[in-house]
């Protein structure tokens, strides 16, 4: 008897005995939910008016919540589905068996049950909760009370029905059981209930998880404070993943930041992964501590074994669920063609689909998540390994390897392995889903499925050479980008100088030409991509039309269920063949980056015993090298530093000169422990810091940088800033040393950047310190005074060794070492060596021929004595200084808030449709997308269509006569199988094209926006954020997006097409499709997406700071290790890394806790459809019809969750489109060119600059820098330029070359104002020597003639001038010599020399010299100055200096103060007014000098 048979006394005894007949109970109930319904409505009535009146109750929620408020909530919302589904039940058996008064009362009363209890669901969510009520209403308790009661008294009912009459429908037994349950549970809730606090909160629904929030609670756990619930979940929550409702929650009401994301658990964390992988590898690599890709093999997979061992069940258990289905179709399609083969049959179908489905399901999400688990674990854990190699990277290996090389390791390789995980059980799936399908096939088809067998074979070997050419064209694809991006690294990195040069528009086109060269291989791969497409698409077309016409030469009968079966395990295999080629390759592109990384692993460190570290106090020595040879790259044959001996005493002063190339930098080396040795000892006594002499500073604050990890010592802190002149240039800024600096110190000038430097040094109270030429970068005044505060006075006890170019810091030191060729060819005192003569005559020869030139330009004798100069120019200098100084580059670019590094720009809130709309109509105005959309739907219709042809035209049982002939039934469905492969393989072609021209012009638009982006958004940006754009984004856009927005619309497209063919068969079944699809559209649209769009953003936004953290520190690797500060850079990369990863973790982790729901809802779909079939009566539609929607609706569920998973992928990757674009709207600079103010071919022929009242400042919200100049450089003068650090010196020659555009005033040359004319025409007739001398990756030839418009004779004629011509002759390849990332291959005073060839070469009317000379000795100093004077003795020189000799012989000095000229004259008038500042600067700098040159004279 079937449950839902109601008695046929039920209304004969109505009369009788009605008291106790359930009918009666019905209409009581019935009248009831009909009170209830009344009491809700008067309830929200009284509610809204209340709410116009009592605002002040709304904020008692946020602290007040009734007890089990959620359960309540839950429980309605289960009570209104529960008898939604009793009531469509009901509905079928009524449909199936016809209609009587039972069943009519029946489903009223059970619809009145449905809308009562989700309108007081409604109520309680949306209107209740508002009033912060301390208990639930008085009406709704005693109601809930009258139910308990009614509940019962109908339980009785039925219990005295049943006895009586033996029989009573099993639906009036589960709905008053149900009520008796549910009324006590609100009893209790209503009458013992109370306000529950915050710790007791309900902590385990299907939505949410855990109602913990913002909102509920005011001492809410901070994400970052707090570990993922992962770690504590329930067994329930953990299948359900429930255990990611609170972030998923807290999403949904705000936007989310990393701190709402939660920490990872220790086994999940870098922390807790790496040391396992580290320890497997050091084990197993033994004494040798070589890496090989099987020793990193398997150390990923002992660290990830239990999650690899999980996921391998569990792909199991999805792939034997997965095969229940086809494998039952055809006795699904028996039974409802009439054959049963025992009662309720039909149900025990359902049930046995049901439970399958369900495995399939939550298998699938478990596997998914899994394996994503463990690959962020082998991410982690390999970046963190390859960071640590980074950091103790011997020198010459780092030489093999450029950053951006190096970058890649962790940015490109790691993540691949990360990505491994999806395919890791590909290759044993395979055989078992083949080996599957094939038992499902023989069973059905016999020995035709041999033939099945060999065109699987077939497919499959048809994606091998596919899969061979995508392989091949992503290395190459790979091998091009890795190219491209470290060009456009080496560009970012030196944008200053390339604007200044006028050369952007030239690398530009490199840039692009390289980008030319990585879309041809583009073009291949996804073209090949598509043809892969197709095969997949077509596979099961091809193996099934084989299959059918085998079985039509075998003469095998084909009956409609048999088809039906076929059909479902042909769509599962299709999967299998498409996935094979890409496993395959897969797994070749994961050899090749462990074969990388481990070959990486490999290189040589440091050598550890290069130094011996002695005990501090246990002798007098501080340092001692005995015997020593070293060399930069052992397998030279001649050594860097030769014969070196020394011996350094504690607290000695040790003084470090020679010319450019002699090997005084190579010393300080070979103490830090940096250049390898060759042979002899090196001892060390004593903590030590160093100074390099190309300053190195960490993106942060200036604070942090300072105290380098160490704790405030705010007196000693004090100090430091005092005695590096500091504290003037914290006063400037808006955040003082709170200041964020840009990346490599982009903000800063060179002679900040080296203070902070050497406060970074001082800070640590180190026992000797090692400075290399940190004076050069500063001015003469700062200069003593860094020198006299710092190495005498902070520094007075320590052992202090010091490179510089400056003799007159030489006669304070205790121990001079002259360098020459890598040896110490003299040593002694200042006097001493000086009487001996030698190689130290060159440098204080040069020191004489520069105070000559002093002597010869000053009017008389210099008289005023040391004390009353210094403090005369002391007291004339800082008179004018005050808060309202300006630095020349600190204001740069600054923020609203006074930073100028921002946090970077996050959208917020939904990807605006504007997004969408502009991908989609990039490429040929998006006149493609209506081809594709029309070529998916005819795909879609023909497939079906031959589908719907092998059903019908087939009979449903072996004794039914067949429709049509075998002949016929092949031909018709080869026919429609090839058009719908046409159709299909033009869909691919149309969006490879699509996509491939929507990549291409938006990176053309992106990178041409970045290069006419102005200098301040170049300092104001990490370059890591513009790489990423051009990295990552840029290849989601090329590989990514264009399947993602095609296979969003198709999808869409094959579900409703499948749900009209369900329809066609049973329509009722959009009476559960409908409410099913708008609660997965709102779970999708309205509350999931909002906190997974801001985790992906997230993701993205959290790569970056690993990637430049490890960029900071490979080229600050030397500076930190030789402060010992190794193990903090690595604990700050673990914190980057895994805030990288949690993003990640819990992005996946709120991915398959929608789709488990998801799953769940649209299996409730399938389920009603089957539950239906077997409910209709036989004989009401065609059973092979009904079996065509069955194999349609068993990838119901999938497909559904499938649609919404894409849509938030597509949502989550989009986002690189919406970053991208974000860089197509960057503000540009004025044009380069402006055809209607062309100037002169020979402009400008004279060189006169006038300046004009010129004011300046970087943002409109920013102080004035430049406040009112006015002045004339003459054309064909030399003009010099001097001031303090911040007098606005830099300004203005940025000013001069349109980097920052005037406020107010004008600059004319040669009577053309430069703001009429384009910023090419004007750059390009200027030439300059910046401050810091930049070499680019390439040859001695690119780096001089970027351009190429000068001959080989021409540069070896500009070589010769600026002194580099015998050294590039001594080179292997000369003018081919090859010149390393940033030229490190070349010394900082060799790559100044290059800078002067290249404008040697370029030969322009006006030359600017922006500290010039810093980096170089006195003799190659006064070589340059002799060069320029010989070479440029017509042009126009502007010259800003910090050597008072490199500017006292020019014919006009500049001075600047706080962005006013303070003075300008020619240096004579100026030296002959002893008042004048710079008199006295002369003075000061004649003074300091006299010692040294009173010793030049006695000789």
Not at 231 to 246: D, E, K, L, Q
Not at 1127 to 1142: E, G, H, N, Q, V
């Amino acid at each position: 008897m079937s449950v839902f048979q109601f008695h046929p006394f039920l209304f004969q005894n109505m009369q009788r005995d009605f008291l106790i007949n359930p009918i009666f109970s019905r209409f009581f109930t019935v009248f009831l939910h009909l009170v209830l319904l009344l009491i809700i409505f008067i309830s929200w009535v009284c509610k809204k008016i209340r709410s116009n009146d009592d605002e002040r109750q709304k904020k008692s929620v946020r602290h007040n919540r009734l007890l089990h408020y959620k359960p309540t909530l839950l429980s309605c919302l289960v009570l209104s589905l529960f008898n939604l589904v009793l009531c469509l039940l009901n509905y079928f058996y009524w449909y199936r068996s016809g209609s009587s008064d039972e069943k009519i009362l029946t489903s009223l009363d059970l619809a009145i049950k449905t809308l009562s209890w989700l309108a007081l669901y409604a109520y309680l969510e949306s209107q209740f909760l508002k009033f912060g009520e301390h208990k639930y209403p008085l009406s709704l308790r005693l109601w809930w009370a009258l139910l308990f009661s009614v509940s019962c008294y109908c339980l009785v009912i039925d219990l005295i029905y049943c006895r009586r009459h033996r029989a009573l429908s099993t639906l009036f037994w589960v709905s008053d059981i149900i009520s008796v349950v549910m009324s006590i549970f609100f009893c209790y809730v209503g009458f013992w209930g109370k306000k529950e606090d915050k710790d007791n909160l309900f902590q385990e629904s299907l939505l949410n998880g855990s109602a913990t929030n913002g909102r509920e609670s005011n001492k809410a756990i901070k994400g970052d404070e707090a570990v993922t619930p992962y770690v504590n979940a329930s067994i329930f929550s953990s299948i359900t993943f429930s255990w990611m409702g609170p972030l998923v929650s807290l999403g949904f009401k705000k936007t989310l930041d990393l701190e709402d994301v939660p920490q990872l658990a220790n086994f999940d964390s870098v922390r807790g992964a790496f040391p396992i992988l580290n320890n497997k590898l050091e084990s197993d690599g033994g004494v040798s501590k070589r890496v090989t890709t099987l020793m990193l093999s398997k150390g990923l997979i002992f660290m990830t074994w239990r999650e690899i061992s999980l996921s391998a069940v569990y792909v199991l258990v999805y792939t034997l669920a997965s095969y229940v289905g086809p494998y039952l179709i055809d006795t699904f399609v028996q039974y409802l063609n009439g054959r049963r083969n025992f009662e309720n049959e039909g149900f025990v179908l359902v049930f046995v689909f049901f439970i399958a489905k369900v495995f399939e399901c939550l298998s699938q999400r478990h596997w998914f998540f899994k394996v994503q688990q463990a690959g962020y674990r082998a991410r982690a854990a390999l970046v963190a390994k390859i960071y640590n190699k980074g950091l103790t990277l011997s020198c010459q290996s780092k030489q093999g390897h450029t950053s951006g090389e190096i970058i890649n390791f962790m940015s490109v390789d790691a993540e691949r392995i990360e990505d491994f995980g999806w395919y890791m059980h590909d290759p044993w799936m395979v055989i078992l889903e083949v080996g599957l399908a094939l038992v499902v096939l023989y069973r059905n088809l016999g020995l035709a499925s041999l033939a099945t067998l060999v065109a699987t074979v077939v497919a499959m070997l048809a994606n091998v050479p596919l899969g061979s050419l995508q392989e091949k064209f992503q290395d190459k694809l790979m091998e091009s980008k890795d190219k491209r991006m470290k060009a456009t690294s080496e560009v970012l990195r030196n944008m200053r100088i390339l604007k200044l040069q006028a050369w952007e528009m030239k690398f530009l086109s490199k840039i692009l030409e390289l980008r030319n060269v990585e879309t041809g291989w583009l073009k291949k791969y996804v073209y090949t991509s598509a043809i892969t497409s197709f095969v997949f698409w077509g596979a099961p077309t091809f193996v099934s039309v084989v299959t059918f016409g085998a079985c039509v030469v075998m003469g095998i009968p084909l009956e409609s269920g048999k088809i039906l079966s076929t059909l479902a395990t042909f769509e599962i295999l299709q999967g299998t063949i498409y996935n094979l080629p890409d496993t395959i390759s897969m797994i070749i592109q994961t050899k090749v980056s462990l074969d990388r990384i481990a070959s990486f692993l490999s290189l040589d460190d440091l050598q550890p015993d290069v130094i011996e570290r002695l005990p501090m106090g246990c002798s007098d020595t501080a340092i001692e090298i005995i015997d020593g040879n070293f060399c930069w790259d052992l397998s030279s044959a001649s050594s860097t530093l030769k014969d070196i001996n020394l011996r350094v005493s504690h607290g000695m002063r040790i003084a470090i000169c020679g010319t450019i190339g002699s090997g005084k930098s190579s010393l300080l080396s070979c103490i830090l422990g940096e250049l390898p040795k060759v042979s002899g000892t090196v001892r060390l006594s004593g903590r030590k810091s160093y100074v390099a002499q190309s300053p190195w500073i960490q993106s942060g604050k200036i604070e942090e940088n300072i105290l380098f990890g160490n704790d405030m010592d705010r007196q000693r802190y004090e100090r430091v800033l005092e005695a590096c002149s500091l504290k003037k240039d914290l006063e400037i800024l808006s955040h003082g040393d709170q200041t964020i600096i840009g990346e490599r110190g982009i903000n800063l000038s060179g002679g900040q950047k080296q203070r902070i430097q050497i406060a970074r040094a001082l800070y640590q109270d180190a026992d000797i310190y090692l400075f290399d030429d940190p004076f050069s970068a500063v001015d003469a005044h700062t200069g003593t005074h860094l020198f006299n505060e710092c190495i005498l006075g902070l520094l007075d006890s320590k052992t202090v060794i010091y490179v510089t170019h400056q003799v007159k810091f030489l006669p304070i030191a205790d121990l001079i070492l002259v360098m020459k060729d890598g040896r110490i060819s003299q040593a002694g005192k200042y006097n001493d060596i000086l009487k001996s003569g030698g190689d130290f005559m060159e440098l204080v020869g040069a020191h004489k021929e520069a105070l000559s030139a002093l002597d010869s330009i000053e009017a008389g004798p210099t008289s005023v004595g040391e004390n009353s100069s210094r403090g005369n120019a002391k007291n004339s200098l800082q008179k004018k200084d005050s808060p309202n100084d300006q630095n020349d580059k600190t204001d740069d670019a600054m923020g609203t808030n006074g930073q100028l590094i921002q946090e970077e720009e996050r959208e917020k809130g939904r990807v605006g449709l504007s997004v969408y709309w502009e991908y989609i109509t990039t490429g040929y105005g998006g006149l493609l997308v209506p081809f594709i959309l029309m070529a998916q739907i005819l795909f879609q219709v023909l497939q079906i269509g031959s589908n719907y042809w092998m059903a019908s035209a087939t009979p449903a049982s072996e004794d039914a006569v067949p429709p049509v002939g075998s002949f016929t039934l092949i031909i018709v469905y080869v026919a429609l199988s090839i058009a719908s492969s046409l159709c299909i393989f033009a869909r691919a072609l149309l969006l490879v094209t699509a996509g491939y021209k929507t990549a291409t012009m938006l990176f053309n638009k992106m990178h041409k926006c970045i290069f006419r982006a102005p200098m301040s958004f170049f300092d104001s940006t990490p370059s890591g954020r513009i790489l990423n754009r051009a990295s990552t984004d840029q290849s989601a856009v090329d590989l990514n997006i264009p399947s993602l927005v095609g296979n969003s619309a198709f999808l869409l497209i094959q579900l409703l097409i499948i749900i009209v063919v369900m329809s066609q068969v049973a329509w009722q079944v959009f009476i559960v499709f409908i409410p099913v699809i708008t609660i997965c559209i709102w779970l999708q649209v309205n509350y999931y997406i909002r906190s997974a769009r801001e985790l992906s953003r997230l993701v993205g936004v959290c790569k970056a700071p690993v990637i430049q953290h490890f960029s900071e520190t490979l080229s600050g690797s030397s500076t930190i290790r030789s402060f010992d500060q190794e193990s903090r850079f690595r604990d700050t990369s673990m914190k980057l890394i895994d805030a990288y990863s949690r993003s990640k973790f819990h992005t996946s982790g709120a991915m398959e806790w929608l789709c488990v729901r998801l799953d769940i809802l649209s299996l409730v779909t399938f389920t009603f459809s089957l539950i239906f079939l077997i409910l209709i009566p036989e004989g009401t539609i065609d059973p092979s019809v009904a079996g065509l929607a069955v194999t349609y609706g068993l990838n119901l569920n999938m497909l559904q969750a499938w649609v919404v998973r894409i849509l938030c992928s597509l949502e989550n990757r989009i986002i690189s489109v919406e970053r991208i674009l974000q860089y197509t709207s960057i503000p540009s600079e004025p044009p380069l060119v402006v055809d209607s103010s062309r100037p002169e071919s020979q402009w400008p022929s004279n060189g006169e600059i006038n300046i004009q009242n010129l004011q300046v400042r970087y943002t409109p919200h920013m102080p004035l820098v430049l406040r009112g100049i006015t002045c004339t450089f003459f054309g064909g003068k030399r003009t010099g330029i001097i001031g303090r650090t911040g007098s606005g010196k830099s300004t203005l020659i940025q000013t001069l070359f349109r980097i920052v555009e005037p406020t107010n005033g004008q600059i004319l040359i040669d009577t053309t104002n430069i703001l009429s004319i384009g910023l090419h025409d004007l750059r390009s007739r200027l030439s300059i020597i910046p401050q810091d001398p930049t070499m680019f990756e390439g040859t001695v030839r690119s780096n001089l003639d970027p351009l190429e418009e000068y001959t080989d004779e021409q540069i070896w004629e500009a070589l010769d001038k600026c002194q580099l011509g015998d050294e590039v002759r001594k080179k292997a390849h000369k003018l081919d010599f090859a010149v390393s990332e940033n030229g490190e291959n070349w010394s900082v005073g060799q790559r100044q020399l290059v800078c002067l060839g290249r404008v040697l070469l370029k030969k322009r009317k006006i030359l600017v010299l922006d500290e010039a000379t810093a980096s170089v000795d006195t003799a190659t100093d006064n070589l340059i100055q002799q060069t320029l004077r010989q070479h440029f003795y017509d042009s126009t020189v502007i010259t800003i200096a910090h050597r008072i000799i490199s500017v006292v012989d020019s014919d006009m000095v500049l001075l600047l103060d706080h962005g006013l000229v303070e003075e300008y004259d020619s240096p004579k008038t100026l030296l002959e007014d002893k008042s004048s500042l710079f008199s006295k600067l002369v003075a000061e700098y004649n003074t300091r000098s006299s010692s040294s040159y009173g010793n030049l004279v006695e000789i």
